[in-house]
Nanobody
């Protein structure tokens, strides 16, 4: 019924930039907080950046000043602009939505904790 699909990953040299997108599909009424997580090889998944429905943001210290999270509520899409990329930013980036309200069979319902399948970001030195 509802899916999150990431795009925009790829291979980039250190110092370069990438912009990730995550679009939610389905008969969506509203999306609560959204976030970007990453998982580097051999490491646990970590929260990189998050944004509330109202636009408040927070970032992990290692990306502050380099990454910017934003969202377009009309398009049900969240973005992650990544500048000054470093090799340690390499990993699979996952999109998350903590609550999505949507219509199913003409009735409004909701689901919790949605995840995309991830997009790979590789930063070469």
């Amino acid at each position: 019924q509802v899916q999150l699909v990431e795009s925009g990953g790829g291979l980039v040299q250190a110092g370069g930039s990438l912009r990730l997108s995550c679009a939610a599909s389905g008969r969506i009424f509203s999306i609560n907080a959204m976030g970007w997580y990453r998982q580097a090889p051999g490491k646990q998944r970590e929260l990189v950046a998050a944004i509330t429905a109202g636009g408040s943001t927070n970032y992990v210290d290692s990306v502050k000043g380099r990454f910017t999270i934003s969202r377009d509520n009309a398009k049900n899409t969240v973005y992650l602009q990544m500048n000054s990329l470093k090799p340690e930013d390499t990993g699979v980036y996952y999109c998350n939505a903590d609550r999505i309200d949507y219509y199913r069979d003409y009735r409004r319902t909701y689901g919790m904790d949605y995840w995309g399948k991830g997009t790979l970001v590789t930063v070469s030195s």
